[in-house]
């Protein structure tokens, strides 16, 4: 039976395709097939690297996306500019639940209320119609305790119950970043499941591979 864990975000540029990718090594260190599935890449020029490439670059070829508009904006609005065609999240779904492997990675679009298509589909439509785990990739920096207070207020209404990964700390954490490690748990009721160190994305591919799983010594 297929695990289906759908990643997403307090906000873009949390560091979603280094988690991402992150776990992808975790459980291909376990001896699992996995795939990773983008629904929708913004922002890419042709010929310019896109997240599942990131991933494929760190994992081998398990990343796809399913949908590519070139706009550097939200998915729902990069169509609306272009008039561009967009998939529907059903229509994501069905090609998701098709892919063949122990683990299925999905990687969202920004944050959770992000529309993937012209219907107002989101993330949070895909993980519920999968019923998948979610990972919520948060800062560990000023704001994150309302910024992912939010979210996961949003998932919970919406039947899910997330876990919470910190996509870049820093070796010596601020004052602020100390706090928020203990606070963050305390005040969602969400474990914190894996801690990505600051600078991962930027690592050589050989030493990703070797230290991302013990990013994640909490999770099954």
């Known amino acids: 039976m297929t695990r289906f864990i759908v990643v997403t ?12 990718a992150a776990l992808a090594r975790l459980f291909q260190s376990r001896d699992q097939t996995v795939r990773v599935v983008k629904p929708v890449q913004t922002g890419v020029a042709e010929g310019e690297p896109t997240d599942a ?3 494929n670059r760190r994992c081998g070829e398990i990343a796809e996306d399913l949908a590519r508009l070139g706009q550097p ?6 169509a609306l500019a272009t008039g561009d065609a967009l998939p529907t999240v059903a229509e994501h779904v069905e090609r998701i639940r098709a892919v063949d492997a122990d683990v299925v990675i ?8 992000v529309r ?24 560990e920096s000023l704001g994150t305790l309302n910024h992912t207070g939010l979210t996961v207020e949003h998932l919970r209404r919406a039947g899910l119950d997330p876990v919470l990964v910190l996509g870049s700390v820093d070796a010596v954490p601020s004052l602020d970043a ?26 050589e591919v050989e030493d990703f591979r070797h230290d991302a799983p013990a ?3 909490e999770l099954d």
Do not use: Q, Y
């Not at 904006?73 to 990069?78: D, M, T």
């Open 106 to 113: 999905v990687e969202g679009a920004g944050g959770v209320l």
């Open 116 to 139: 993937l298509d012209l219907d107002g589909g989101t993330i949070v439509d895909v993980a519920t119609a999968l019923d998948a785990e979610v990972v919520v990739v948060t800062r």
């Open 9 to 20: 975000g307090t906000d873009t540029g949390v560091g979603k395709t280094v988690v991402t």
């Open 53 to 55: 490439d990131e991933v």
């Open 215 to 217: 990013w994640f010594a």
């Open 73 to 78: 904006l939200a998915p729902e609005s990069a």
């Open 178 to 203: 100390s706090h928020n490690h203990d606070d963050l748990p305390r005040l969602t009721g969400c474990r914190v499941v894996g801690r990505v160190p600051a600078g991962a994305g930027g690592m």
